[in-house]
């Protein structure tokens, strides 16, 4: 048998690949009188199972770029690629599946449909997908976890804020997508109940080796983050990695 190759070591860390690569985004929107850029050119990358968290000031484009990776809005120029796939001028249809396939997305207004329990909220994107049936299960799991597993039936209305948004973690998880993306997840929440929130979230995200892409404009928020992002006037103004991540 053939001996196999040996590539010598160099002693420094292969950064794992990447599941989300931006290339010279931008994103630009004409009014009657001139030429809004909301995003003037962003090259991006972000490894498998990376916490990045996406700071900066009102007006900077943290939304806009998180819309984006989700495919809700489409870019005036460049590329997203999300675990290989271009997702730059697919049709809703197919978006729809990649986003079926490969996102969760924690929304700070919490989205639920309120005509559907607390269960068929979160097994909501997976009936979408069309794999409901075999995910039944793991929707009640996903609300155990985050104890709610008395409130299977409860509609949204009669959930506090901070259940509200516990299910909506849940539903961001329940097809177990390679990438987790979430807006403002503790915006609309009390400190304490935030905080529990935030705990959840982290926790499901280790256990569940997701990469996690969040805007906050918490720093105490970003502070658990392996990487913060700083964005200002539509460009990365900084973007600083925890000393012990690779």
């Known amino acids: 048998m053939t001996d196999a190759i040996q590539i010598p070591s160099t002693g420094v860390p292969i950064p794992p690949p990447s599941i989300i690569e931006i290339v010279h985004l931008t994103r630009t929107i004409d009014t009657p009188s001139h030429r809004v850029e909301i995003l003037r050119g962003i090259d991006l990358a ?9 700071m900066g000031p009102s007006g900077s484009g943290k939304s806009t770029l998180l819309g984006l990776l989700a495919g809700l809005d489409s870019a005036t120029t460049g590329q997203v690629l999300l675990d290989g796939v ?10 729809a599946e990649v986003r ?46 985050v104890g709610l597993s008395q409130r299977l039936d409860h509609y949204p209305v009669q959930l506090s804020g901070g259940e509200q948004q516990r ?78 991540q690779n």
Do not use: C, W, Y
């Open 167 to 244: 299910v909506a973690l849940a539903r961001a998880f329940v097809t177990k997508p390679p990438i987790l993306l979430a807006d403002e997840p503790t915006g609309n929440l009390d400190g304490k109940t935030g905080q529990q929130v935030l705990e959840l979230l982290l926790e499901l995200n280790r256990i569940e080796g997701t990469t996690l892409v969040l805007v906050t404009h918490d720093p105490a928020l970003a502070a658990h983050a392996d990487r913060i992002i700083t964005l200002r006037d539509g460009l990365i103004a900084s973007d600083v990695l925890k000393a012990n």
């Open 46 to 54: 972000i490894p498998k199972g990376q916490f990045a968290a996406i």
């Open 86 to 95: 271009d997702i730059t001028g697919l049709t809703e249809d197919q978006m």
């Open 100 to 145: 079926g396939r490969k996102i969760g997305f924690v929304f700070q207004s919490f989205q639920l449909i309120p005509t559907l329990t607390a269960e068929e909220n979160v097994l909501l994107p997976a009936e979408l997908a069309g794999v409901g049936a075999e995910n039944a299960q793991r929707a009640r799991d996903l609300l155990h976890r």
